[in-house]
Structure formats: structure tokens, C-alpha cells
């Protein structure tokens, strides 16, 4: 029953924060290279679920399975250990700090001795590599952070994530409130990673037309469960656009009929 | 170079149209320059005062004078470079100007009750360290704001001063050699000021404990995020300047040589975070520099001692202080505007 190249699985996950249940059964898989869409309403439970695989929150009943074992994620540094890398939206990148040191923020490079001295030499000529690598296009890794476009932060953000060997990768609306050629930026990054297929992603999104860009699967949670699991090639926008507008109208319906 | 890479240039912001190379190193210089721009303003603003003072009094280059002008700058400058460093990580130290009149009485009762002086000096520096981790332990771990804090802590240590010593000052005692290289001799004290500002700026520009210190300051979330120790970097740091605070009293004990209950206090405190920030070093953490600081320092120094010799008055000093201090302030966050609108 499991796929041999399968990376990450949730099995009946529930969460339940008091009162308030959060997710009520998600079962959510990821094989390696892929790029899952997950959509959902605000409320649906991605934050929730992003977090419960990123080791943030614990399920309160259910599995998870990390390359087909049994897991129980700790911490977010058990997960990160694991290659489980997050992207928030605060992208968690430091305004004053110029790229490579942002690219390398807590696993400087750094020459022996106690005062741990910066190499940016070595920083600064391993992050232009590895941005170049990427395709991650900036104008130069010495400018401040603060300078750089919303699109080109994000981008820096999964390309540190990237650096630091992720194997599965959670982007949490990576381009929201972008335009059009800043989300550009970021989808080409995501191609990029997935024609190297060394990492899967899953992409919080609500841009349809970018979910059929770069997603190979798209999943649909809706109050705390997953409702829709297709291939992309499988389903088509008016499909989706249907279901979430069907969702709308009935909790419409709901309130009014209150 | 990222920019070689064909895809997606249009979404470069490619201002000036020139070649990667040319325009990599544009980049850079126009950085190196708005970063140290803020340093250079306050030193050419330090210059311009060294001219016109010299010009009204004639002695303001005078050997004699410029031993005065240590004086009023080298510890306020000490003080300043720990200042920096908390500032920097986004917190504040109010108590450092208490701790600096305690640390000399520590050294001298451990010297009086036996223990030979450089042991009683790093005695009254661990104890001002205790007094930095008092600080932090409050800030970092019970979570009152650091003003709140070290607020509190300025009174309990003037207190406890005031207390042990009964109010009256004593004389240090030690060898005038020592007395000299602690500090009495103009030269020791300069020393002392520009080697701890150089060592300082190094740390807070290229280790990593300085990295973390900016991180911290500048977004504490996300370097906590990325598994940056916040609040043991700010322990680090509050530690650091307490100490600081210490040693320039220390000093300032054996230049004046006398250890004085009363001595250093708000106003020494006031200066140095007035030195920070004229210096270029922001209140609400992420940014600032030590030499910065020290120019500030110096620039305060030199308009303290231009006005004792030109006969002004202390009142009109301070309203020419407090006037420098706000326009520094509006023309700063004025160059930042500037800069946000001609970068991002």
C-alpha cells in the first residue's frame, strides 16, 4: 500500500485546539517531485494542517509517515532535520541584512576560533551560485533585503529553505498580494525545482490559474477535510471554480436561512 | 552572477541598462556609501566644530586641550559601544550609568579586604556583569520591557552605591604606573576607548554573534524562526554593556582618582545613548554602528569642551545638545525616507 517514492503521508489527521476543531480527518499525501495545490476557504485548516506537518502543532489523533515510516514530528527542528522546510508569509528574512547573509542567516559560514568570524567571501560566492542555480534573478547579492521586491524576497526565502537541503517543501501563499510578473518570478523558481525533482512541494495558493501552472495535484480542503484529490491534468479550472462556488453558495444559503 | 541567468529579466529592475559587472559594483558602491554616510556626516559635522573652535579660542588643537578633550569623550564613548550593541538587538540599558559608579567601590573594598588590584578590578567587572544579567533575566525571561527593566535596576544600584559607600567618595589605590594605564594618563584612556570601539565594531560587522545581534533586532520573529537564540544574544549583549559600564568607571576612577558614589550617573547614560544615536544608531533595534558612536561621542566631547573654553554656559550646553540631538534625528529619518524611495 505505499508508494515506494512516496515522501510524506497524513493518515485521518484530526486537530482539535479546545472547543475548536481545526481539521476533522485529512488524509494527504506527497511523492517526491511533486507539486501539490492544496485550496481551501479561509478557515478551511491549511494554516493548521502546514503546521502540523511542519512539526509546529502535534495531531491530536492520526498518522504521519515520512518516506513510508511511522513519524511523529517533535518539533519544527526534528522536521527540519528530516528535510521539512517551511516558507511563512513573514518569510522570516532580516530588513537590514544584505542577501547572502539573509541566504545564511543561523548556518553562517564561518573561520575557526571562538569568535566565529564571517566568511562572506565564501557566503557571498555560494549564494550567487546557488540563486543562479535556482534561476533566482536579483540584482546583486550586497544589496539589503529591505531593497528587494516582495517577489524577489519570497524567492530568497525558498531558495535558503532549498540551500538547506529541504526535501519537502511547504510554501505558504507564496504569491499573495504579488502582480502578475513578481508571481512569475516565484512559479519560474518553482519549475525550476521541479524539473530538478529533488524536492516536492505543497503550495498554499488561491490563484487557480498558477495552482494548473505548476501544480502537478490539487487537493481541496474544505471544513477540516480534504474533498478533492486530482491530478491537474485531470481536472480543469471551471471544475474547481465550481466546487468552491458551490461551498459559497450553501454557506450562504446557511447564514440566510438562519 | 544570478544576472546572467536569461530568464526573467523583465522583472529585473534594470535602472541603469549597463553590463552585470558595471552594474553589480554600481550597486555596491552606492550601498557602501548610503552605510557609511550617516558615520561621515557626524565626522565632517566633528571637524567643522575642531575648525571653528580653533579659530574662536586658539587653543583648541593645544596638546593641553586635547588631553580635556579625551577626557570628556573616551568612557562616554566606552559606554556608548556596549550601548550600540543592546540597541542593536533592540533593547535599551538605562542602568549602565549606575553600574559604572558601582564597579570601581566593588574593586576598591575587595582591594581593601585583601585581594591584590587587577583581581579587585575584574571583581567590580563581574559584578557589573551580574548586574547586565539581572537586566536580561528580567527582560528576556520574565518579558518586562527592557526601559521598564533596567529603569528599576538605575535606582536599585544607585541605591545599593549610595549604601555601601555611605555617600562619601574614596581614593583608589595602585602604583602610578597602574594608575597611569587605567586611565589618569590622556594617552592610556584614548587607548583604551579606540581599542575597545574597533574590536566592538568588528564583532557587531563580521562574527556571527554580531550577525545575530542585527537579526534579533531587526526581525526577532523570523530569527527566532530560523533558530537564532533571541534571547541569549540579547543576554550576551546586556551583559556586555553593563560591563563596559564598569570598565569606564574604572577608568574614570583612577584619571580623576577618586571613587565617587555620585559619580557618572543619568547624565553619563544620557550621553552615551545620545552618542548612539547621533551616531546613526536606530532606538528601535536592527541598525547602528560602534564608530558611529564614537563620533557622536567625540562630537559631543568637542562641543563640551569648545563651549567651557569659549566661556558658554552648561545651561546653553545642554540646549545645544538637546537642539543637535533632534535635528541628527529628522535629518536621519529624513536620509531614510529618502533612501526607502530611492532603493526598493
Given at each position: 500500500m505505499v508508494e515506494s517514492n512516496e515522501v510524506i503521508r497524513a493518515e485521518h489527521v484530526s486537530k482539535s485546539f479546545g472547543h475548536v476543531t481545526a481539521l476533522t480527518d485529512v488524509s494527504i499525501r506527497l511523492r517526491g517531485g511533486e507539486v501539490l495545490g492544496l485550496l481551501g476557504d479561509n478557515g478551511a485548516g491549511k494554516s493548521t494542517l502546514m503546521k502540523i506537518l511542519t512539526g509546529f502543532h502535534r495531531p491530536t489523533t492520526g498518522q504521519l509517515y515520512f518516506r513510508g515510516e511511522p513519524v511523529e514530528l517533535k518539533s519544527v527542528s526534528h522536521a527540519r532535520a528530516l528535510g521539512i522546510e517551511a516558507v511563512y508569509q513573514d518569510l522570516a528574512l532580516v530588513n537590514e541584512l544584505n542577501v547572502y547573509r539573509n541566504m545564511f542567516l543561523q548556518r553562517e559560514i564561518v573561520r575557526g576560533g571562538p569568535m566565529h568570524i564571517l566568511d562572506d567571501k565564501a557566503m557571498r560566492r555560494t549564494a550567487m551560485e546557488h540563486l543562479e542555480n535556482m534561476g533566482v534573478n536579483i540584482p546583486s547579492v550586497d544589496v539589503e533585503i529591505a531593497r528587494l521586491s516582495g517577489g524577489q524576497r519570497q524567492a530568497i526565502a525558498v531558495a535558503r529553505s532549498v540551500y538547506q537541503d529541504a526535501k519537502v517543501l511547504l510554501l505558504d501563499e507564496p504569491t499573495a498580494a504579488m502582480g502578475a510578473k513578481e508571481s512569475a518570478l516565484i512559479l519560474d523558481v518553482i519549475h525550476r525545482l521541479k524539473e530538478k525533482g529533488e524536492v516536492c512541494i505543497i503550495i498554499i495558493a488561491h490563484n487557480y490559474a498558477q495552482i494548473f501552472d505548476v501544480c502537478d495535484r490539487v487537493n481541496l480542503l474544505q471544513n477540516g477535510r480534504i474533498t478533492f484529490d486530482k491530478e491537474t491534468s485531470e481536472t480543469s479550472v471551471q471544475e474547481l471554480t465550481d466546487l468552491v462556488v458551490n461551498e459559497y453558495r450553501s454557506a450562504r444559503q446557511a447564514v440566510q436561512q438562519h | 552572477m544570478p544576472n546572467d541567468s536569461p530568464s526573467m529579466s523583465a522583472s529585473?529592475?534594470?535602472?541603469?541598462?549597463?553590463g552585470t559587472g558595471r552594474r553589480h559594483s554600481a550597486w555596491r558602491r552606492l550601498g557602501l556609501f548610503v552605510l557609511r554616510w550617516r558615520e561621515a556626516s557626524i565626522l565632517i559635522a566633528g571637524v567643522l566644530l575642531v575648525i571653528y573652535f580653533q579659530i574662536t579660542t586658539h587653543v583648541f588643537l593645544s596638546s593641553d586641550n586635547i588631553g580635556t578633550l579625551v577626557q570628556y569623550t573616551a568612557t562616554t564613548a566606552i559606554i556608548a559601544a556596549g550601548e550600540v550593541m543592546v540597541l542593536v538587538c533592540g533593547e535599551l540599558d538605562l542602568s549602565v550609568g549606575m553600574v559604572y559608579a558601582l564597579s570601581p567601590f566593588i574593586m576598591h573594598f575587595a582591594h581593601e579586604a585583601g585581594v591584590p588590584l587587577i583581581p579587585a578590578i575584574i571583581l567590580g567587572l563581574a559584578v557589573a556583569g551580574v548586574v547586565g544579567a539581572i537586566n536580561a533575566f528580567i527582560t528576556v525571561i520574565l518579558e518586562v520591557p527592557s526601559f521598564v527593566t533596567t529603569l528599576g535596576m538605575l535606582f536599585l544600584v544607585n541605591g545599593f552605591t549610595l549604601t555601601v559607600s555611605g555617600g562619601f567618595p574614596v581614593q583608589p589605590q595602585a602604583s602610578d604606573a597602574m594608575t597611569n594605564a587605567l586611565g589618569a594618563s590622556p594617552v592610556a584612556e584614548i587607548i583604551w576607548a579606540v581599542a575597545i570601539v574597533l574590536i566592538l565594531q568588528f564583532v557587531l560587522s563580521k562574527t556571527r554573534w554580531g550577525l545575530h545581534t542585527i537579526a534579533t533586532g531587526g526581525n526577532p520573529l523570523g530569527a527566532a524562526e530560523v533558530g537564532i537564540k533571541v534571547g541569549w544574544i540579547k543576554a550576551r549583549n546586556f551583559v556586555l554593556c553593563s560591563m563596559l559600564g564598569g570598565l569606564a568607571g574604572t577608568i574614570d576612577a583612577f584619571r580623576i582618582g577618586s571613587i565617587d558614589p555620585l559619580a557618572g550617573g543619568t547624565q553619563i547614560m544620557f550621553a552615551a545613548i545620545a552618542s548612539a544615536v547621533i551616531g546613526g544608531t536606530l532606538l528601535t533595534g536592527g541598525l547602528g554602528t560602534i564608530v558611529g558612536a564614537f563620533f557622536g561621542a567625540l562630537v559631543l566631547g568637542i562641543l563640551q569642551d569648545g563651549f567651557t573654553l569659549s566661556g558658554v554656559s552648561a545651561y546653553t550646553f545642554d540646549m545645544i545638545l538637546g537642539g543637535a540631538i533632534l535635528v541628527t534625528m529628522v535629518v536621519n529619518i529624513r536620509l531614510t525616507r529618502l533612501r526607502e524611495l530611492g532603493g526598493g
Amino acid at each position: 500500500m505505499v508508494e515506494s517514492n512516496e515522501v510524506i503521508r497524513a493518515e485521518h489527521v484530526s486537530k482539535s485546539f479546545g472547543h475548536v476543531t481545526a481539521l476533522t480527518d485529512v488524509s494527504i499525501r506527497l511523492r517526491g517531485g511533486e507539486v501539490l495545490g492544496l485550496l481551501g476557504d479561509n478557515g478551511a485548516g491549511k494554516s493548521t494542517l502546514m503546521k502540523i506537518l511542519t512539526g509546529f502543532h502535534r495531531p491530536t489523533t492520526g498518522q504521519l509517515y515520512f518516506r513510508g515510516e511511522p513519524v511523529e514530528l517533535k518539533s519544527v527542528s526534528h522536521a527540519r532535520a528530516l528535510g521539512i522546510e517551511a516558507v511563512y508569509q513573514d518569510l522570516a528574512l532580516v530588513n537590514e541584512l544584505n542577501v547572502y547573509r539573509n541566504m545564511f542567516l543561523q548556518r553562517e559560514i564561518v573561520r575557526g576560533g571562538p569568535m566565529h568570524i564571517l566568511d562572506d567571501k565564501a557566503m557571498r560566492r555560494t549564494a550567487m551560485e546557488h540563486l543562479e542555480n535556482m534561476g533566482v534573478n536579483i540584482p546583486s547579492v550586497d544589496v539589503e533585503i529591505a531593497r528587494l521586491s516582495g517577489g524577489q524576497r519570497q524567492a530568497i526565502a525558498v531558495a535558503r529553505s532549498v540551500y538547506q537541503d529541504a526535501k519537502v517543501l511547504l510554501l505558504d501563499e507564496p504569491t499573495a498580494a504579488m502582480g502578475a510578473k513578481e508571481s512569475a518570478l516565484i512559479l519560474d523558481v518553482i519549475h525550476r525545482l521541479k524539473e530538478k525533482g529533488e524536492v516536492c512541494i505543497i503550495i498554499i495558493a488561491h490563484n487557480y490559474a498558477q495552482i494548473f501552472d505548476v501544480c502537478d495535484r490539487v487537493n481541496l480542503l474544505q471544513n477540516g477535510r480534504i474533498t478533492f484529490d486530482k491530478e491537474t491534468s485531470e481536472t480543469s479550472v471551471q471544475e474547481l471554480t465550481d466546487l468552491v462556488v458551490n461551498e459559497y453558495r450553501s454557506a450562504r444559503q446557511a447564514v440566510q436561512q438562519h | 552572477m544570478p544576472n546572467d541567468s536569461p530568464s526573467m529579466s523583465a522583472s529585473t529592475p534594470n535602472r541603469t541598462g549597463a553590463g552585470t559587472g558595471r552594474r553589480h559594483s554600481a550597486w555596491r558602491r552606492l550601498g557602501l556609501f548610503v552605510l557609511r554616510w550617516r558615520e561621515a556626516s557626524i565626522l565632517i559635522a566633528g571637524v567643522l566644530l575642531v575648525i571653528y573652535f580653533q579659530i574662536t579660542t586658539h587653543v583648541f588643537l593645544s596638546s593641553d586641550n586635547i588631553g580635556t578633550l579625551v577626557q570628556y569623550t573616551a568612557t562616554t564613548a566606552i559606554i556608548a559601544a556596549g550601548e550600540v550593541m543592546v540597541l542593536v538587538c533592540g533593547e535599551l540599558d538605562l542602568s549602565v550609568g549606575m553600574v559604572y559608579a558601582l564597579s570601581p567601590f566593588i574593586m576598591h573594598f575587595a582591594h581593601e579586604a585583601g585581594v591584590p588590584l587587577i583581581p579587585a578590578i575584574i571583581l567590580g567587572l563581574a559584578v557589573a556583569g551580574v548586574v547586565g544579567a539581572i537586566n536580561a533575566f528580567i527582560t528576556v525571561i520574565l518579558e518586562v520591557p527592557s526601559f521598564v527593566t533596567t529603569l528599576g535596576m538605575l535606582f536599585l544600584v544607585n541605591g545599593f552605591t549610595l549604601t555601601v559607600s555611605g555617600g562619601f567618595p574614596v581614593q583608589p589605590q595602585a602604583s602610578d604606573a597602574m594608575t597611569n594605564a587605567l586611565g589618569a594618563s590622556p594617552v592610556a584612556e584614548i587607548i583604551w576607548a579606540v581599542a575597545i570601539v574597533l574590536i566592538l565594531q568588528f564583532v557587531l560587522s563580521k562574527t556571527r554573534w554580531g550577525l545575530h545581534t542585527i537579526a534579533t533586532g531587526g526581525n526577532p520573529l523570523g530569527a527566532a524562526e530560523v533558530g537564532i537564540k533571541v534571547g541569549w544574544i540579547k543576554a550576551r549583549n546586556f551583559v556586555l554593556c553593563s560591563m563596559l559600564g564598569g570598565l569606564a568607571g574604572t577608568i574614570d576612577a583612577f584619571r580623576i582618582g577618586s571613587i565617587d558614589p555620585l559619580a557618572g550617573g543619568t547624565q553619563i547614560m544620557f550621553a552615551a545613548i545620545a552618542s548612539a544615536v547621533i551616531g546613526g544608531t536606530l532606538l528601535t533595534g536592527g541598525l547602528g554602528t560602534i564608530v558611529g558612536a564614537f563620533f557622536g561621542a567625540l562630537v559631543l566631547g568637542i562641543l563640551q569642551d569648545g563651549f567651557t573654553l569659549s566661556g558658554v554656559s552648561a545651561y546653553t550646553f545642554d540646549m545645544i545638545l538637546g537642539g543637535a540631538i533632534l535635528v541628527t534625528m529628522v535629518v536621519n529619518i529624513r536620509l531614510t525616507r529618502l533612501r526607502e524611495l530611492g532603493g526598493g
